[in-house]
Each structure stands twice: as C-alpha cells, then as structure tokens.
C-alpha cells in the first residue's frame, strides 16, 4: 500500500531586510533577510556596526562583572554613602546649609559645586547612623570642611528643620550594625532609585 507523499508547503513571503528595497520574496534557506546577494551587500556595513556595537555590549557587561566580583566590603559602603549623599543633595536642593543658613545660586543647584551631604553625627562617631537620612544634611563645603561640620550652629538648625524630639534621639544610643554586602547593595540601590524619583520630579 503506497502511502501518500505529504505536499511541501511554500516558504511564507518575506519582506526585505535592504531599506532601499522592501520587496517580498520567498527565503529560500532559513534566516534568509534579502532577496538577492546585491542587497545582502547593502546592509553589511549596517550588520557589521550592530554586531560591533552588541560585542562591545557585551565586553562593557562583563568588565562590570568582574569588577563588581573584585569589589570590597568596603567599596560597597563608600557606593553606598555616595548614593545616600546625592540623595540628601538633591532632596535639600533649595535649602540652605543646615549650619549657616547660606543659599545656593543658580549656578551651584546645576553643578552641585560647593555643595555636600554632611552627618550631624559623623560616620566615626556612629557607624549606625551612617546611611540615616534624618543625620544627614545638604551642608556648605566651608562648614562640613573647614569647619569641621560646624556642629553647634548644626544643631540649633537641625532642632528647628526636624524637632528637639528627633535630634535627641539622633544624640541618644543606638544598637552597633554590621551591614552584610547585600544590605550595602540594597542601601545603594534604593537610594539611587529615590534620587531618580527626585530628578524626575525635579524635571516636570
């Protein structure tokens, strides 16, 4: 009993890869994208860029990796308070320093210039409080630097910004902490995500 050959279908119609031609054409082969070796020789330099542009893609991913592989405990904390005092930058922006009441110009909200994040109570002093936000305040380079922080006149502003409530319990006792590497990471991730939202808010 002769079994009855199944028909082969047609190759289903496909546009052309060349911008310049567009016509439909059935592939003749899988992954066919021209029609002729004419236009095939028009998009090789486009291929050859995307394909230059993904490997350097993908070398940029993995140098990261292994960079991110290399990276110490300390490392990560310094990412992190650098994400935490951006954050408290731009969250203060149109504050003036927390210690001598000075304003920003124009100039300093564009740059950042002039301009840190700074501990009423330092990292030294309590690691704890460290990436507390309530601790931290846009502060002039004059008074966190040269001043060293210029603590008094940082604390009569920071009871009348936050209360006498809060600023006693910033001075009170806290539990020591010792962030693992994945908290330092959840730390450093959140906080850029919430200077993203400030950014965005900023921009509308």
């Known amino acids: 009993m002769r079994v009855a050959l199944k028909e082969k279908k047609a190759p289903k119609p496909k546009k052309c890869k060349n911008p310049a031609c567009g016509i439909s054409f059935p592939p003749q082969r899988l992954g066919q994208a021209v029609c002729s070796p004419k236009c095939a020789l028009a998009i090789a330099p486009a291929n050859t860029e995307k394909a230059r542009k993904a490997i350097a893609q993908r070398d940029r991913r993995e ?8 990276k110490s ?4 904390l310094r990412e992190a ?4 005092n951006e954050y408290v930058r731009l969250r203060d922006a149109h504050l003036p320093c927390i210690s001598c009441d000075s304003m920003p110009n124009d ?3 564009m740059t950042g210039s002039r301009w840190d994040a700074g501990h ?20 002039c380079v004059k008074c966190n630097r040269n001043l060293s ?14 209360g006498a409530e809060t600023v006693a319990w910033l001075e009170g006792p806290h539990e ?12 450093k991730a959140e ?7 400030l950014k965005k808010g900023h921009a509308a």
């Open 107 to 109: 100039n300093d909200l």
């Open 176 to 187: 020591p902490r010792k962030y693992t590497v994945e908290e330092i990471k959840i730390i």
């Open 149 to 162: 922080g210029n603590a008094v006149e940082y604390r009569i502003r920071l009871v009348l910004r936050i």
């Open 63 to 70: 140098i990261q990796v292994r960079k991110e592989k290399l």
């Open 81 to 84: 308070q650098a994400a935490v």
């Open 73 to 76: 405990r300390a490392d990560h």
């Open 120 to 139: 009423y109570r330092s990292v030294g002093a309590c690691p704890e409080l460290r990436f507390e936000p309530l601790n931290i305040h846009r502060q």
């Open 191 to 197: 906080y850029r995500a919430k200077t993203r939202e």
